[in-house]
């Protein structure tokens, strides 16, 4: 690619008739190879769900005993594990910016999984085939939660492969100074991605060997291809600054033909969730549209009904461990077992929250002895982490959580809910700016993206931008993810204190 000639004040790029092919990288063979064992182990599973499903289809007596159910799954099994194959490749599930991020993943393979029962239902009906209906049940029954414990498993060695070194993505950045470090900060925070910053590609006005917080500039954004070569990079992401027009982008896309890189755009709704947001072509240009946010919907109660019923088991199941705090903490010092507080639920609509009682009980008439100790610079809320007036019970029970459990009462009554943003005080309310009130269109949650975020960790700034991301992208899969997680994070006694 030629020098970036100048026209109008706007940069265009010179674009080599044939772009330099660039032999595939160590990480790309490692991802192929990654991406046939996952589709490896895919069809061990589906193949062995299948020959479970016909001695099951026999064995159990939840179904009727048919004669030709052996015959039946010789006949039509090498279909079906080929059918569902084919889907999961079809939607993409072995794509590798796909493969161990988010949910989506998750989400593609159960729906493959409906594609392919979806079709083989409909080919058994219009064909008049004699499907055993058992023997069909129990492949789908079988195979699916298998195969996504089989993608947990292989997410969590690529995961700890990534934190080893290994099969880490060479990326630059493209964009102005400022936007590099912003994009750069994520990627490097977010560490079980397994991306490796390698250098940055600035426009040729903003000339400096680094940006302002460290990444080396390795070139100008006219000079992408020769980069990529000169860096071996894997992936180049693209934020502002990073070309004037999009016709100055396609250009850059077009040089990059052939050299086995993906490419990346940072959105502007960097604060919008994918599943907001759809594509559709209009007239030849891409319109981005973006739905209403569920949670200000009529998915509310949905969410209502999860919680209560969620709540409801989760009591029955604590009970045990419950009564065991509340004795422990009575017998600690004889006061009080529950810890009330006043809190702010959704619409501004006060509730006593519910906590077990983890420090000495005149702790908040001792508060003003020890605000040298505060941690939170901004001084909304009082974090430390040697704060003298929590007990040895409330030690414990602070470190895995277990002083939250009398919240699922506040779920079950409707004054939180299960996930959510963090339940404020009203002398925080009191100090919100406009954007920040937003917190309040949803109940606050026992657990939310700041509990498996770095809990205490996290400074306010960071919890509030966590907990606006969640009031407007809210999902029932989100919060199942995040409950997930919270196990994850309550164990790790991460950012507890």
């Not at 982008?249 to 969730?273: C, K, N, T, Y």
């Not at 569920?294 to 209560?308: H, M, N, P, T, V």
């Not at 407007?472 to 995040?482: A, E, P, R």
Request: aromatic fraction near 8%.
């Amino acid at each position: 690619m030629g020098q970036p000639m100048r026209e109008s004040g706007v940069v265009l790029l010179n674009v080599s008739a044939r772009p330099v092919t660039q032999p595939l990288s160590e990480r790309s063979r490692g991802q192929r190879l990654l991406q046939l064992g996952i589709a490896g182990g895919d069809l061990v599973i589906i193949t062995a769900a299948t020959a479970l499903a016909a001695v099951g289809r026999t064995s159990l007596d939840v179904f009727d005993v048919a004669n030709d159910v052996n015959q039946v799954a010789q006949s039509v099994g090498l279909w079906i594990v080929a059918a569902w194959m084919v889907a999961n490749l079809a939607l993409g599930t072995y794509t590798s910016s796909h493969l161990g991020v988010g949910t989506i993943e998750y989400a593609r393979v159960c729906s493959a999984a409906g594609l392919t029962a979806g079709a083989i239902g409909i080919l058994s009906y219009l064909t008049k085939f004699n499907l055993s209906r058992g023997f069909f049940v129990l492949i789908f029954a079988i195979g699916l939660p298998l195969v996504l414990l089989w993608r947990w498993y292989a997410r969590r060695l690529v995961h700890r492969a990534h934190a080893h070194g290994h099969l880490l993505t060479r990326v630059l950045i493209s964009g102005s100074a400022g936007h590099v470090d912003d994009v750069a900060a994520v990627l490097e925070r977010e560490t079980w991605l397994g991306y490796r910053i390698v250098g940055a590609l600035t426009p040729e006005s903003q000339p400096t060997p680094s940006t302002p917080q460290g990444v080396p500039v390795v070139g100008t954004t006219g000079q992408t291809a020769e980069s990529v070569i000169a860096e071996k990079a894997d992936m180049v992401v693209f934020t502002e600054g990073a070309f004037p027009s999009a016709v100055d982008f396609r250009r850059i896309a077009w040089d990059l033909e052939g050299h086995h890189v993906q490419m990346a755009v940072v959105p502007s709704l960097s604060d919008i969730s994918s599943g907001r947001m759809a594509m559709r072509p209009v007239g030849g240009l891409p319109l981005v549209h973006v739905e209403q946010p569920q949670s200000l919907g009529a998915s509310r109660g949905l969410k209502r009904a999860f919680d209560f019923m969620g709540a409801t088991l989760l009591l029955l199941v604590a009970a045990p461990v419950m009564i065991v705090v509340a004795i422990a903490t009575k017998l600690q010092d004889g006061g009080p077992i529950l810890f009330r507080q006043t809190r702010v639920g959704r619409d501004g609509e006060l509730f006593e929250c519910l906590k077990f009682r983890s420090m000495v009980v005149d702790a908040e008439a001792r508060l003003s002895g020890i605000t040298h100790l505060n941690q939170n610079a901004d001084g909304v809320l009082f974090k430390a982490q040697s704060d003298p007036r929590i007990t040895r019970v409330g030690a414990f029970i602070r470190r895995y959580s277990i002083d939250e459990l009398p919240q699922l009462i506040n779920v079950v009554n409707g004054d939180m809910s299960l996930v959510g943003p963090r339940p404020a005080l009203p002398a925080e309310v009191r100090r919100y700016v406009p954007d920040v009130q937003r917190r309040l269109h949803v109940r606050p949650g026992m657990t939310g993206l700041w509990q498996v975020s770095g809990r205490s960790d996290l400074s306010w700034e960071d919890t509030v931008r966590l907990d606006l991301y969640y009031v407007d992208n809210w999902s029932i899969v989100q919060d199942l993810s995040i409950m997930a997680k919270t196990i994850h994070a309550v164990f790790a006694s991460r950012g507890a204190y």
